[in-house]
Structures are given as C-alpha cells and as structure tokens.
C-alpha cells in the first residue's frame, strides 16, 4: 500500500490482470468444467495406480455385487469392478476424444482456411462437398465409416474409430474457420503480406491461421464432447470399442440390460461417466467461447 | 415466395445428387465379402460356386462402373435395390420400419417444441433469478445425456417404481392408441429431451438479444404491456433461430433415434441399420444413409422455407 500512495501516477494505469486469473474470476463454471476434465485426465493418466482392481480381471466369486467399501461402484456379470473400468474407460474416452477433436479440427479449420483464403471455384466445390457432408447425420456418417472400414488397432486404439469420429467432426470446423478466414481477408494486413510477396502457404499458415485459433480452440472442446458422445454410442452398439476393453459406451451395452433389477449399479455409473465428462467439455468450451470471443458476450 | 421455393427445390436437386454418388463410392470401399458372411455364417461348408452363383445372382460380380448405373437408373425409378442379407426390396424393409421411427421422430420433435418455447421465455424473461439458474441447468444436462443412456434409466425407474416394463413390439396407433403410445413415449421421451434442451437454449438467447432492440425499447416507451411487446414483437422475432435450431437438430434426433431404437428394443430404422452395419449388407447400408441423408435435407429445406414465410427480408434479398 505504501508504494502505491508514494507514486500515484503508476496506479492511475489500468493493471493487466493474469489471464488465468480473469478466466478464474470471469467464467467460474468454466472452470467447473476445467476441474471435471482435470479429475478425467488424471484417471486416464494414473489408471494404473487409482483403480483398486485390474479392470479385466475376472472374479465370478464377486459376481453382481453392489457398491460397498471394496467395490466403490459394484461389480459387474464377470464379476469385474465397475470403478476400475470407469478409471480405465477413462483413458479411452479421452484418447478417443482428444484424438479425433484434434485432428478433425486441424484438418477443417485449414480446409476453411485455404477455401475462404482462396474464395472462386476452389471455395466453391469445398462448399459443396461441405454441404454433402453435412447432409448426413453425425452418427450415420460415423457408422458408415466404421462398417466400410472395419478395425486396424494401432497401441491399442482402433484407428478406424478414431477415423469415423473425425470425419464428421472436419466439415463442421470448416465451416466456423471458413467464415473467420472470410472476415480476416478482407484486412489490410493481408493485402500488406501480399504486397510482400509471400507465397500463398505462408500467408495462410503465419498470418491467418494464428487469427482462428480463437474460434479453433472452441471448437476443439465442443467437439471433444461430441467424440466423448459418439464414441460412446458407436462401443454402446458394439461398433465401436470391443471387450473386454474399458469404455463407458461399452459397459452399457449387451447384456448388462439384464440386470436392471439385479445390478442397476451396472447402468448408473458409466452411464453417469459419460454425461458428467461430456457435461464438463460442454460447460468448459462455452466459458472459452464467452471469454474469447467478446462479441458474444453479454 | 413461389419463386423462393422453386429455386429452392432446384438448389437441392445437385445436393441430392452428391450425396448418392458419395454414399455410393464410400460404401462400396468396404472390404469384406457379404456373401460369404452370409452363406458361411455358422461354419457352413459351402462351396466356391455356391458363393459365386449368389454373387452373380446379387449382380455383386458386374464391374463397379456398371454397379454404379444400375445403381442411378435404380434411383431415377426410386429404387434402391435388393437388401444383401434378406434378398428383399430395400424399399420394402425401409417402408416396413418406418412408421414406428417416424412416429417417435415427430413426437419428439413435438415435445421439444411444446416445451422449449415456454421454458426458454420463461428463463428469458426471469434471467438470472433462481427460475433462470434452474432451466439453464435443465437445459445443459440435457446437451450431456446420451438418449439411450436416459432411456435405460427410464426403464430403470419403471421397473423400480411401478415393477413395469414397457411392451415390446409395436402397434398401430389407429389399431390401438393406448398400447401404441406406452411403447412410443418412452424414446420419444428420450430423445427428445435433447432437442429441447438446444432449443430452449437457443429461444433464451434469441429473445435476450431481442430484448435488447431498439424497438422494444420503443414500444416499451410508449407504454405498451409487457405481454403485447411479447406477443407482438419479441416472440416472433425471437422464433427465427430457433427454427433453424430445430432443422439442425433433426439430425442428432435421428442419430438419438439409431441408439436409443436398441434400448426399447424397437424395430426401427435405427435398428435396420444398426444391423445393415453389422452384417456388412452394403445395398441396405447405402439405402438407408440416403434416406435418411433425403429426409435430412428436405427437413432443412422445410425449415429454410418456414424461415423465408417468417422473415419478408430472406426470400426478398
């Protein structure tokens, strides 16, 4: 206190606040969402040591057993615990997710980059196909994907899965980087990079590609909830990830609805899984969008 | 506004078209060979030219060229070929698994809208009282929870609660209203929890920013109740995007509908290609992603076309 009364003049200039401070302060629900993906990512990261049981392990000795001090969330018909398989189907949520959100967005967003950088007949028969894959439901592009292209499992990951769940994230990215790109030309600092020469390459990976990032970053959370979604539809089923590999989607599937009565706790839980973890990346990428883009807030 | 909609529908024609050539070329990458799926199924010894008589019995043997022809003449004549699996019509076993899936498609749709109007306006109207806070959170589950995920709980509750499982199969609504709509509602219910979720979301922000004109403030000068600013000015304007919101979200509710057909054990078009997909049937693979991708696009164009009737300035521009 004592040196801002001493030099008065320092404090009449507005202080740059820590950005990470002003997201904190200004998007509390967002970090909310930030905390629910940290708590995700440390189970994907440290399944190994938080899961109580090796989620493959079979025990017929504590078949359908309910949720006590041993088994946190039960356990299933092979008498697997229900946590441990959450904490692992973790890993594959978000591997699947982060995987295919990132890449679909990559692959989109320079798509839109190049098509409204380009604008004329190339932006036009982008658009185009844009619009033909668009036409199709995300799930139904998603199944078409996986049945045409069927399993290649690369460090335990189906690749192809992974695949079904980019493709339709790609046109939908292109979309949002293609209406900024579109805004971006039009600026004189584009002109400017012309004037200079620089080849068409350049302009758009230096001068307009750091531009979108914005609008990417949003889209790469929103989309990350929508993987989580997809994946856990396509494994619910049985096109996507397959026993006795740990997905939520998964352990929803096939005959656990014989044990409604029996073992509700076999529904509640993965089920709970997916939604809180889709919750989170859903509340997170609408805090970013409101935080980055100053426009759209109220 | 007749010549809105002929350019319209003229616009959709090359649409329709890119989608059969890319279901086409996308669908017949697939490796694998149905036909010895299906003939070898269970271990069966079936010799090689039992497999190749039914391959040139399903036209599997033509050049892909001449696949692709008879594929587009098929269209031409709404055709769309023989399912691979079962040797019938693919139009047959679509028109068979309809009604059920149409059925809950609209009356979802229905819900959504019967309760996303309110339920927005209201959250707009009491923005950031409890009543708000409340609708919102309502809202935001309902973009988390998978629809099949919600329609297991469902039956979890019915059957903890009442001991009581929905029935399997399905009636006609006009044979019988009360058996038809206890086996409907309840994916119907599921999905459309979603769509209204988005458009509640979507009707609460729209009437904010309208709120927020310059004519409002206007009318509100003059003296006008709040109720006529409501109904006169705010609604309508307020609907526009959330009519593109409800054409948009269309197509999470039939991919909703794909999922959640297995939960109730609805035979479905969800459940069709969920099974096309697994027996690798690509002729009812391919009929079914452009039906429904042409129930896609018409949907869109009906919304485009209630947006233009909604708003003098689009189909005047």
Known sequence: MATVATTPSVDTLPKRANPLWQFIKSQPLGMVGFLIILLYVVFAVAAAEISPFDPESIDFGAMLSGPSHEHLFGTDQYGRDVFSRIVYGSRTALAVGIISAVAGCTIGALIGAAAGYFGGRIDNLIQRVVDIMLSFPIIVLAMVVVAVLGKRTLLGIDMNLIAAITLPIIPRMERVARASTLSLVAMPFIDAARAAGYSHSRIILRHITPNIVAPYLIMVSASMAQAILLEASLSFLGLGVTEPTPAWGLMLSGTSADFYQTAPWMILFPGLAITLAVFAFNLFGDSLRDWLDPKLKS | ?317
């Open chain 2, 1 to 317: 506004m007749i010549w809105f909609i002929i350019r319209r529908l003229l616009l959709v024609i090359p649409t329709l078209i890119g989608v059969a050539v890319a279901v086409f070329f996308l669908i017949r990458v697939m490796p694998g060979d149905v036909v010895v799926v299906k003939l070898r199924a269970d271990g069966a010894n079936v010799s090689d030219e039992t497999i190749q008589l039914e391959r040139q019995r399903l036209g599997l043997d033509k050049p892909l060229y001449v696949q692709f022809a008879d594929y587009m003449v098929g269209l031409a004549r709404l055709d769309l070929g023989k399912s691979l699996w079962t040797g019938e019509s693919v139009n047959k076993e679509i028109a068979l698994r309809m009604p059920v899936s149409f059925q809950i498609a609209l009356m979802a749709s229905f819900i959504a809208v019967l309760i996303a109007i309110p339920l927005g306006t209201i959250s707009a109207l009491y923005r950031d009282t409890w009543i708000d806070h409340v609708v919102r959170v309502v809202a935001v589950s309902g973009l988390a929870i998978p629809s099949f995920w919600l329609g297991m709980l469902m039956i979890l509750g019915l059957l903890l609660l009442f001991n009581w499982l929905p029935k399997i199969g399905y009636v006609s609504f006009w044979e019988d209203p009360v058996a038809n709509l206890s086996v409907t509602i309840w994916p119907a219910l599921s999905v459309g929890y979603r769509y209204a979720a988005v458009a509640t979301r979507m009707m609460r922000s729209a009437l904010l920013e309208v709120m927020r004109e310059d004519y409002i403030r206007t009318a509100r000068a003059k003296g006008v109740w709040t109720r006529l600013i409501m109904r006169r000015h705010a609604l309508r304007n307020a609907l526009l995007p959330v009519v593109t919101v409800i054409g948009l979200e269309f197509a999470f509710l039939i991919g909703g509908l794909v999922v959640t057909e297995q939960v109730f054990s609805i035979n479905g078009i969800g459940k069709l290609f969920v099974d096309a997909t697994t027996r690798g049937d690509f002729n009812l693979l391919q009929g079914l992603v452009l039906f429904i991708a042409t129930i896609f696009i018409f949907v869109n164009l009906l919304v485009d076309l209630l947006y233009a009737w909604l708003d003098p300035r689009i189909r005047l521009s």
